[in-house]
């Protein structure tokens, strides 16, 4: 299977005359496949299917409201391929039709399986149960990281974003900064936007990535997944004066830390800085559920 190579405009969004910050809209790449899922299961998706051809599956982890989940369920959808998401939170397993990360990855085909959250952190007993009952299933890690990811991300980087002294990701499990550091410039400063709480993510990027430690700034603002009223303000801020929507969980977060760092004096002066839009829009909705039940300011989607 071959993926379309999809030109992603680098917007400009004008801050004063020493620093220059750049947005590149990996959100655009596909309606449902946004960002950097899209790149990290290219090679993933295209290894598997040069070696199975018969009853194909795919198989991945994800929370309820995951980008991930939604974006590999999409991917089976156009490929016509099964797919099944293993879900973290038993509790939600009679109230999944209220999700709407889930009810839409249902809708693309995708079947579920509930396990406790006890189950879940054991990834690899978990792992091991279903390659036993689905051996000839693809099994992509939660958030679509390993090395195959890391080989996807190069795409993400071009001729144009050669020229930028800062690149910048939000950091999930990790599989995108690592893809960025490995193949990007050797002058080039790269910086990760912790948006989960996670000691273990510095040593686990270094063997994804094959580089020293990479600098990873917190922009979790009290937890992964936690949305302030400060985050909703910032986005919808940021909405309106660029044209660019944000979700609430990883983007959003990280340009909101990257306008805290230049109001601080971080960056040099002069620099050219590039942030990486990962999408994770489809979060919105559900999001914004949330919000409505708090009585909270909805974010623009």
């Given at each position: 299977?071959?993926?379309?190579?999809?030109?992603?405009?680098?917007?400009?969004?004008?801050?004063?005359?020493?620093?220059?910050?750049?947005?590149?809209?990996?959100?655009?790449?596909?309606?449902?496949?946004?960002?950097?899922?899209?790149?990290?299961?290219?090679?993933?998706?295209?290894h598997y299917l040069d070696l199975?051809?018969?009853?194909?599956?795919?198989?991945?982890?994800?929370?309820?409201?995951?980008?991930?989940?939604?974006?590999?369920?999409?991917?089976?959808?156009?490929?016509?391929?099964?797919?099944?998401?293993?879900?973290?939170?038993?509790?939600?397993?009679?109230?999944?039709?209220?999700?709407?990360?889930?009810?839409?990855?249902?809708?693309?085909?995708?079947?579920?399986?509930?396990?406790?959250?006890?189950?879940?952190?054991?990834?690899?007993?978990?792992?091991?149960?279903?390659?036993?009952?689905?051996?000839?299933?693809?099994?992509?890690?939660?958030?679509?990281?390993?090395?195959?990811?890391?080989?996807?991300?190069?795409?993400?980087?071009?001729?144009?974003?050669?020229?930028?002294?800062?690149?910048?990701?939000?950091?999930?499990?990790?599989?995108?900064?690592?893809?960025?550091?490995?193949?990007?410039?050797?002058?080039?400063?790269?910086?990760?936007?912790?948006?989960?709480?996670?000691?273990?993510?510095?040593?686990?990027?270094?063997?994804?990535?094959?580089?020293?430690?990479?600098?990873?700034?917190?922009?979790?603002?009290?937890?992964?997944?936690?949305?302030?009223?400060?985050?909703?303000?910032?986005?919808?801020?940021?909405?309106?004066?660029?044209?660019?929507?944000?979700d609430p969980i990883y983007t959003?977060?990280?340009?909101?830390?990257?306008?805290?760092?230049?109001?601080?004096?971080?960056?040099?002066?002069?620099?050219?800085?590039?942030?990486?839009?990962?999408?994770?829009?489809?979060?919105?909705?559900?999001?914004?559920?949330?919000?409505?039940?708090?009585?909270?300011?909805?974010?623009?989607?």
């Amino acid at each position: 299977m071959k993926l379309p190579e999809i030109e992603i405009p680098i917007t400009e969004i004008p801050l004063n005359k020493n620093i220059r910050l750049f947005i590149k809209r990996e959100d655009l790449i596909h309606p449902e496949i946004s960002g950097n899922k899209y790149w990290k299961l290219f090679y993933n998706i295209n290894h598997y299917l040069d070696l199975q051809t018969s009853n194909p599956l795919l198989i991945t982890f994800g929370g309820a409201f995951s980008n991930h989940i939604s974006a590999v369920a999409a991917l089976g959808k156009s490929l016509g391929i099964k797919t099944l998401g293993i879900i973290r939170g038993e509790e939600i397993s009679n109230k999944w039709q209220q999700n709407p990360t889930l009810s839409h990855a249902q809708k693309n085909g995708m079947d579920f399986r509930f396990v406790t959250r006890t189950e879940y952190r054991d990834k690899p007993s978990l792992t091991k149960t279903f390659e036993i009952a689905f051996p000839n299933a693809l099994i992509i890690p939660e958030g679509g990281s390993n090395f195959l990811a890391v080989e996807g991300v190069k795409h993400m980087l071009d001729e144009r974003t050669k020229s930028f002294d800062y690149l910048c990701t939000a950091v999930g499990t990790g599989g995108t900064v690592a893809g960025i550091s490995k193949f990007s410039e050797k002058n080039q400063k790269i910086l990760g936007f912790k948006v989960v709480d996670d000691s273990s993510l510095g040593k686990r990027i270094s063997e994804l990535s094959g580089k020293d430690q990479i600098p990873l700034l917190d922009a979790h603002f009290g937890g992964y997944g936690k949305i302030t009223d400060e985050n909703i303000r910032f986005i919808n801020w940021f909405s309106n004066e660029f044209g660019i929507p944000l979700d609430p969980i990883y983007t959003g977060k990280m340009m909101q830390r990257i306008f805290e760092l230049m109001d601080e004096g971080f960056f040099s002066q002069g620099s050219k800085i590039l942030a990486f839009h990962t999408g994770g829009l489809q979060g919105i909705e559900g999001a914004n559920e949330m919000l409505r039940k708090q009585g909270r300011t909805l974010i623009i989607e």
